[in-house]
């Protein structure tokens, strides 16, 4: 099951997945669900989070409401689940809320199904539905109607397609845009600075992001002048199209203790690991070394 969220409100969630458990949840979905803890993404999948005792209704209810994009895999049997209906129909009312709209997303995956079965409930979704229609009372064919909109509606969404391709390389780029959307809170550089755009066209005709060197660029000048500023907006700039990143502000007079504080914050930023264990500054040059370069 997967989330949305925006800057203006906190939610327990970045992502929550909604998936049908007997079709991906111990390949795609299992694959997809670590890579996105391992980048420190907060992800919701129902087994992982919901305590023993919950209310199972009320816990998604809320898991919804507080999460903020959301990853709908669609697979053959996905219609077959009431239970994943229902959380589709929660999610698209969350999302097209008037007063909770801002900054939420669903970003649909067609796992080897096609948005067009997906929409128009043919195919295996077809099938999913003459199921539930059978000996349905009106109250049921209303929650019908409210399916069949729910899935017209997500099927239009642009999304992702798993089919013959790799699905590491789906993943990397449903992570990739994830992680961008959810970092998109830029450093504080103001707005419509004189000259900035014309030092950054000169500092991005410097930099090849699409090659694996490593580059070093000196922002020189007396002090006052903007050089941090420039800094915080060429790393606003490239910094998304990077696995990791991370801005360390550094002066000349850091001590062993404060050094040894930015290479925790350096390696915590890049791998999104909280657990390294790092003693002394040059116990963090090793690991610097062994992990980044």
Known sequence: MASSSSYNCPHSYDVFLSFRGEDTRKNFTDHLYNTLIAYGVRTFRDEEELQKGDDIKSGLSTAIQDSNLFLIIFSENYATSKWCLNELVKITECTTAADDQAGKRVIPVFYHVNPRDVGHQWGSFQDAFLNHEKDADQEKKELIGKWRIALEKAAKLSGYHVNN?????????????????????????????????????????????????????????????????????????????????????????????????????????????????????????????????
Request: hydrophobic share 35%.
């Open 165 to 293: 391709q790799h699905e590491t390389e789906v993943i990397k780029k449903i992570r990739e845009v994830i992680i961008t959307r959810l970092n998109r809170k830029p450093l504080p550089v103001g707005d419509n600075i004189v000259g900035m755009d014309f030092h950054l066209k000169q500092l991005n005709s410097m930099i090849k992001t699409r090659r694996d060197d490593v580059y070093m660029i000196g922002i020189y000048g007396i002090g006052g002048i903007g050089k941090t500023t420039i800094a915080m907006a060429i790393y606003n700039d490239i910094s998304s199209q990077f696995d990791g990143n991370c801005f360390l502000r550094v002066d000349g007079k850091t001590s062993n203790s404060g050094l040894l504080e930015l290479q925790k914050k350096l390696l915590e930023s890049t791998l999104k690991d909280q657990s390294l264990a790092i003693h002394d500054h040059s116990e963090g040059i090793n690991v610097i070394k062994e992990r980044l370069y």
